[in-house]
């Protein structure tokens, strides 16, 4: 069963918390904090396996978490870090946030290896925050939250070339006859219900994929039928091949039909069409060739869209259309078609921050951009002071101190420095 869309639900590790400790030996004059750090949460890493070519396995499985960082414990012992959770995917599958549906990451590429969502920071223990004044902190940071998300993989194959048209054409032909595909054939509709690539080789010795893409019917872009599912498999084509009937056997108007699946793709995604460039291969002469001229009237003196015609079942002028093919793809980028990533995590969580009354009359304030923040100020300067003092308060840090009920004279400390609270 050919599956090239799930939704899945991914977290990352939690942040193991710090510990609480002191040191208390017999003969050891100078105890002391000695918490340890809890351990860092695990990653959510997709990877390229060149064995899967479908998202099946995702049917069955939809929760995919990392391990979770572990407390830290006493004599300064780091928590154990939590396990990162690999999962693999095939080659051309594109990550997107469920919710935005913006592109998170593109695993095009042999084997590449992406962290998705990072753990989280595992907490400080108490040994970090003992001071001259407070020699006995009875505090340990938290360890940061894990990520979770819904994500969506979308499956596009890789493939230089596409070939679209009605069933019963004789893509599926084309494709055994120029490739090392070995597709199911028969003389029915939808014989075909999955992409098939095969590897082709012309008579110059040059190679390059091409792509059975079934199912493109009148109304595929709405949802009609198959094509819906596999119009996405377009998209990663650098050229398109119409394969259509130009002996009309099912009595259907070839031209039609090229301009029916012309509007389907422009409905799908207008830019397949501006970027693509397009052949026609007009199949079965063997059987008649009475649309020929007009299809090379039409299409290829009016529209400048080449017509080749050929023959899949007798493997007639088929080197003709391969090296039109080909001249069409030299003149192409030989990088694949890739997407970029849009998808940022929710600024809001990255400035969050919380404050908590330790002890009375000492306030504890943590959050990643206050830690930054601190990071880049030189708070040694009056500027660069006055700079940091304006950052609390817009930030609304100075507010939830006096919401937790701060008074003058209280301390408060921001990763590991300690202030004086003076209105």
């Known amino acids: 069963m050919f599956v090239d869309h ?9 942040g193991g918390d710090g510990h609480v400790s002191f040191r208390r030996e017999k003969y050891v ?18 990877q390229v396996d060149s064995g899967i070519n479908t998202l099946l396995n995702f049917k069955h499985i939809r929760q995919y978490k990392a391990g979770d ?28 946030e469920a919710e935005s549906q913006k592109i998170i990451a593109d695993m095009y590429l042999d084997d590449q290896q992406e962290i998705i969502f990072k753990g989280g920071k595992g907490g400080k223990g108490n040994q970090h925050f003992a001071t001259p004044t407070r020699q006995a902190p009875k505090y340990a940071e938290k360890g940061r939250d894990a990520k979770e998300y819904w994500v969506t993989l979308e499956l596009k194959m890789l493939a230089d070339v596409g070939l679209v048209g009605f069933p019963n054409v004789g893509k599926s032909t084309l494709l055994s006859m120029v490739s090392n595909a070995q597709p199911k054939i028969a003389d029915y509709h939808f014989t075909t219900l999955s992409p098939n690539l095969g590897v082709v080789t012309n008579r110059f010795g040059k190679q390059f994929v091409m792509a059975d893409i079934p199912g493109i019917i009148e109304g595929a872009s709405d949802g009609v039928g198959l094509g819906f599912n596999f119009l996405r498999h377009i998209e990663r084509t650098k050229v ?8 009309g056997t099912e009595g259907r108007d070839p031209k039609s039909d090229i301009l029916t699946i012309i509007k389907e793709l422009d409905k799908y995604n207008p830019q397949i069409l501006e970027t693509k460039p397009q052949i026609i291969a007009a199949n079965k002469i063997d059987i008649s060739s009475e649309y020929i001229a007009e299809l090379t009237e039409f299409f290829e003196i009016g529209r400048g869209i080449k017509v080749v015609p050929i023959s899949a079942a007798s493997n007639s002028n ?7 093919i080909d001249t069409l793809l030299s003149s ?39 830690e930054k923040m601190i990071g880049y100020t030189s708070l040694d300067s009056e500027k660069g002071f006055a700079f940091f003092q304006k950052y609390l308060r817009d930030k609304g840090i100075i507010d939830s101190l ?18 004086e609270y003076y209105k």
């Open 240 to 247: 398109i091949v119409h394969v259509v009937d130009a002996a």
């Open 332 to 370: 192409l980028p030989v990088d694949n078609i890739t997407f970029e990533p849009e998808f940022v995590e929710d600024e809001i969580s990255k400035e969050s921050f919380t404050v908590s009354e330790i002890e009375s009359g000492y306030f504890a304030v943590s959050g990643v951009g206050v």
């Open 402 to 419: 006096e919401q937790a009920g701060i008074k003058e004279g209280d301390t408060v400390r921001i990763y590991d420095i300690e202030f």
């Open 69 to 96: 960082g572990e407390p830290g414990a006493k004599k300064r012992c780091h928590g154990k870090d939590g396990l990162d959770k690999v999962i693999r995917v095939p080659k051309g599958t594109i990550i997107r």
């Open 318 to 324: 088929l080197q003709t259309l391969l090296q039109e």
């Open 29 to 46: 004059p100078n105890g002391g904090p000695d918490g340890g750090d809890g351990g860092t949460g695990g990653d959510i890493i997709f």
């Open 6 to 14: 799930v939704k899945i639900f991914v977290r990352s590790g939690r």
